[in-house]
């Protein structure tokens, strides 16, 4: 449909999407799913990643707005950086879409010259 949030919404189109595929996460990363106490729906899942740089990497999720805020919004298309990056948040405790947003963010305004990446600490 031409909608997917790219690079902080300055573009709609992200030619990586494919990558971030339901059938994707589910044939390659997701171990079960998994529901909240009670809950017999199982919405969510659990996911591992097994081989690579991010090897370790377990944890509930993600959602698509999680995927969406540290993949296309950042222009990363490695679907395991993203699993490690929800895992990470998870286990500090952050919440995964905003900090994904504030990523964002803070690529566009170095990308647009607003600070540069020393100011980031880079």
Known sequence: ?????TRNFQESVFAA???????NLKDNYVQRNK??????VSCSRYCSVQDGPYAG????????ESISAFGSKCGNDNLE???HSNMLCNRLGLDT???????????????KG???SRDLGL
């Open 57 to 64: 990497t377990k944890g509930e999720g993600p959602e698509y």
């Open 114 to 116: 607003i600070f540069s």
């Open 17 to 23: 999407s494919s990558n971030f595929s339901g059938e």
């Open 1 to 5: 449909m031409g909608f997917l949030p």
């Open 97 to 111: 879409i905003g900090t994904g947003n504030v990523l964002a963010w803070s690529m566009d305004c170095v990308d």
């Open 81 to 83: 950086a993203v699993l």
């Open 35 to 40: 529901g909240c106490f009670n809950c017999p």
